[in-house]
Nanobody, 126 residues
Framework: QVQLVESGGGLVQPGDSLRLSCAVSAPSVSNYVFGWFRQAPGEEREFVGAIRWSHGGTYYNEFAKGRFTITRDNAENTVYLQLWRAKPEDTAVYYC???????????????????WGQGTQVTVSS
């Protein structure tokens, strides 16, 4: 069973940065792709980006390029989402998710990820 525990959310001012963490427990972590999603109140969940654990290759939604960075720490079994130059429209609940590396289809559909964290709230406000 894969378990994901998120942390690091909170209040941040516009223009500042924030790093979210997702602690991973998995039998063979290299067999998974880890995705980050966000969901604002009353809106659909949207794909931010993903990382392949085996070599750290990343894939980003268009809006996330240049302001979001996904990394992983092999020693700590943790996936990170770094947000740079935060904007009020980044306010959302952020989720990490895991799917097998050989799933069919693109990275962005939430249905490709069977395992999900509990989510962490990010609020960008002055």
């Amino acid at each position: 069973q894969v378990q994901l525990v998120e942390s690091g959310g909170g209040l941040v001012q516009p223009g500042d940065s924030l790093r979210l963490s997702c602690a991973v427990s998995a039998p063979s972590v290299s067999n998974y792709v880890f995705g980050w999603f966000r969901q604002a109140p009353g809106e659909e969940r949207e794909f931010v980006g993903a990382i392949r654990w085996s070599h750290g290759g990343t894939y980003y939604n268009e809006f996330a390029k240049g302001r979001f960075t996904i990394t992983r720490d092999n020693a700590e079994n943790t996936v990170y989402l770094q947000l740079w130059r935060a904007k009020p429209e980044d306010t959302a609940v952020y989720y990490c998710a895991a799917g097998l590396i050989d799933f069919y289809g693109p990275y962005d559909p939430p249905s490709q990820y069977p395992y999900w964290g509990q989510g962490t709230q990010v609020t960008v406000s002055s």
